[in-house]
């Protein structure tokens, strides 16, 4: 199995395509957006329809709990993208990883009361339904996929250690802040500052456009906002202010999506520059 997926045929056809007039070609650049941003989107878009089929649907005397089907059933999503090359095996390795981050960081916060899953299941660590890890993996299969489909690339990038000491900085205030002072405005503010310069590149039909990466952050945190007031509403797991019913995640949230997009990046970004390394060797 090559690493090309079978998206890859159908984008450099799209790609290709002539246009004959700037404003066709601005439509359809708009519609191609869509198209590689519903693609990328994939694995996360089929997660929120199983919370919310199974939220609705979901026989009451099944064989197995509701949640443990949703692990079953994301794990089969799983096996059948790479089975039939819906999905490239680095990409997989992006999910793998924020199983485990994502996972790793569950169990405390659940084990904290931030937050809790109110539906039995066997296929959990301790009160972590093992599907929820494939919430946090859906994330970073986003952005490894826009990645490649737009061709990102990065102008006035900050050196390398910076982006990956303020991720590890982050992921450990998300355990800390328990117990010591919240730093999260702190490393908010630390976040404008590295990335006050940088602009990522990315190309939709022909034409290379940019815009500030922190920008880009924002854009993808209301994007998770969003999907987790669909997540919460289908009572995949509920939040101490949503235990008289479900309410809208306070749009404060954002502040954490914010920061947890910076993992995300750093994260993706480093299995990339580890791809692009080994395809170097290889091809030396």
């Given at each position: 199995?090559?690493?090309?997926?079978?998206?890859?045929?159908?984008?450099?056809?799209?790609?290709?395509?002539?246009?004959?007039?700037?404003?066709?070609?601005?439509?359809?650049?708009?519609?191609?957006?869509?198209f590689?941003?519903?693609?990328?989107c994939?694995?996360?878009?089929?997660?929120?329809?199983?919370?919310?089929?199974?939220?609705?649907?979901y026989?009451?005397?099944?064989?197995i709990?509701?949640?443990?089907?949703?692990?079953?059933?994301a794990?089969?999503?799983?096996?059948?993208?790479?089975?039939?090359?819906?999905?490239t095996?680095?990409?997989?390795?992006?999910?793998?990883?924020?199983h485990?981050?994502g996972?790793?960081?569950?169990?405390?916060?659940?084990?904290?009361g931030?937050?809790a899953?109110?539906?039995?299941s066997?296929?959990?660590?301790?009160?972590?339904?093992?599907?929820?890890?494939?919430?946090?993996a859906?994330?970073?299969?986003?952005?490894?996929?826009?990645?490649r489909i737009?061709?990102?690339?990065?102008?006035?990038?900050?050196?390398?250690w910076?982006?990956?000491?303020?991720?590890?900085?982050v992921?450990?205030?998300f355990f800390?802040?328990?117990?010591?002072v919240?730093?999260?405005?702190a490393?908010?503010?630390?976040t404008?500052?590295?990335?006050r310069?940088?602009?990522v590149?990315?190309?939709?039909?022909?034409?290379?456009?940019?815009?500030?990466?922190?920008?880009?952050?924002l854009?993808?945190?209301?994007?998770i906002?969003v999907?987790?007031?669909?997540?919460?509403?289908?009572?995949?797991?509920?939040?101490?202010?949503?235990?008289g019913?479900?309410a809208?995640?306070?749009i404060?949230?954002?502040?954490?999506?914010?920061?947890?997009?910076?993992?995300?990046?750093?994260?993706?970004?480093?299995?990339?520059?580890e791809?692009?390394?080994?395809?170097?060797?290889?091809?030396?």
């Amino acid at each position: 199995m090559t690493g090309e997926t079978r998206f890859a045929g159908i984008r450099k056809r799209l790609e290709h395509l002539q246009v004959t007039s700037p404003g066709k070609a601005a439509l359809f650049e708009f519609a191609l957006f869509g198209f590689k941003q519903g693609w990328a989107c994939l694995f996360g878009a089929l997660m929120l329809g199983l919370l919310l089929v199974t939220h609705f649907w979901y026989p009451a005397n099944a064989p197995i709990a509701r949640y443990d089907f949703l692990t079953v059933a994301a794990l089969g999503i799983q096996v059948a993208m790479l089975a039939f090359r819906l999905e490239t095996f680095e990409e997989a390795r992006v999910i793998l990883a924020f199983h485990v981050v994502g996972t790793v960081m569950e169990v405390f916060k659940t084990a904290m009361g931030s937050w809790a899953y109110p539906e039995p299941s066997l296929l959990r660590l301790g009160g972590v339904p093992l599907f929820s890890g494939f919430m946090y993996a859906a994330v970073g299969s986003y952005i490894a996929r826009t990645w490649r489909i737009f061709s990102f690339g990065f102008v006035g990038y900050p050196p390398r250690w910076q982006p990956v000491l303020l991720a590890t900085a982050v992921y450990a205030n998300f355990f800390s802040h328990h117990f010591i002072v919240d730093l999260r405005w702190a490393l908010l503010a630390a976040t404008a500052w590295i990335f006050r310069g940088c602009w990522v590149e990315f190309t939709v039909f022909r034409t290379r456009r940019r815009m500030p990466l922190l920008i880009g952050f924002l854009l993808v945190s209301l994007f998770i906002w969003v999907a987790e007031n669909i997540g919460t509403f289908a009572n995949a797991w509920r939040y101490p202010s949503q235990s008289g019913g479900w309410a809208m995640v306070p749009i404060g949230k954002l502040v954490a999506w914010y920061l947890l997009m910076i993992i995300s990046f750093v994260l993706v970004s480093q299995l990339h520059g580890e791809a692009r390394a080994k395809r170097a060797l290889q091809g030396a």
